[in-house]
């Protein structure tokens, strides 16, 4: 692991990661994905009071947390749930493009998935929530691009989400589960914002020691995010 006071190579391939332009494939499945998310919301509101009640909020994180927990209550288990909700929620409310609004959940659902190549495996999902312990890196280089962060921001906006990285196994496909996995999303952009606005965090706080790996994984490949 790396110092968290130095350099990192993790988060250095994060930072390429969400200025990358995604192929036509991703960016193809990213749309779907978008129209299913708008389709999902539409009819969330009866899901849970908790849901009902963030839906009737206009701020880009209840939004993102209310799309997020709605699509995790149809598919528990998916690290990209994050990503498209804090993209979503946050692109409308800068009136973003929508090809800019699939862009980030792109790079998002890419680099969620790398995460997940790099810790996830039976023990993980025996302690952890994956979609929001993991998720939330790759929401918050969605929010970091559709923000346009440069790299020492967007370093520090990865370091502010890995930091409030959570969510338990057991709630998994409990409405709790679902909330997590929304609250994932909406801190998400959180991070993204505080580090737009000056905020700042340790470089290796995903690969460093006592960082996000370190203290929730029982093995980590870097291999599978700087490949």
């Known amino acids: ?109 890419r680099a969620s998935a790398r995460l997940g190549a790099a810790v996830d495996d039976e023990a993980f999902r025996a302690r952890w929530n994956v979609a929001a312990s993991l998720g939330i890196v790759g929401a918050t280089l969605a929010a970091a691009r559709l923000l346009a962060l440069d790299a020492p921001h967007t370093r520090h906006a990865l370091g502010i989400a890995a930091t409030q990285a959570a969510g338990l196994a057991r709630n998994v496909g409990e409405a709790m589960g679902a909330l997590e996995t929304g609250k994932a999303a909406a801190d998400a952009i959180e991070a993204a914002l505080l580090a737009k606005h000056g905020f700042t965090s340790a470089v290796a706080s995903i690969d460093g020691r006592r960082g996000l790996a370190a203290l929730m994984a029982y093995r980590f490949d870097a291999g599978a995010i700087t490949a």
């Open 1 to 109: 692991m790396h110092n968290p006071a130095a350099h990192s190579a993790v988060a250095d391939a994060f930072v390429a990661l969400a200025a990358a332009k995604p192929g036509e494939r991703e960016l193809e499945a990213a749309r779907s994905a978008v129209a299913n998310a708008r389709r999902c919301a539409a009819q969330s509101r009866a899901a849970s009071p908790l849901i009902a009640m963030l839906a009737q909020a206009t701020d880009a994180r209840s939004r993102a947390w209310q799309l997020g927990a709605a699509l995790a209550t149809l598919d528990a288990g998916s690290t990209a749930t994050p990503a498209v909700a804090a993209a979503l929620a946050l692109g409308e409310s800068l009136e973003a493009a929508e090809d800019d609004i699939a862009a980030a959940v792109a790079v998002g659902t």
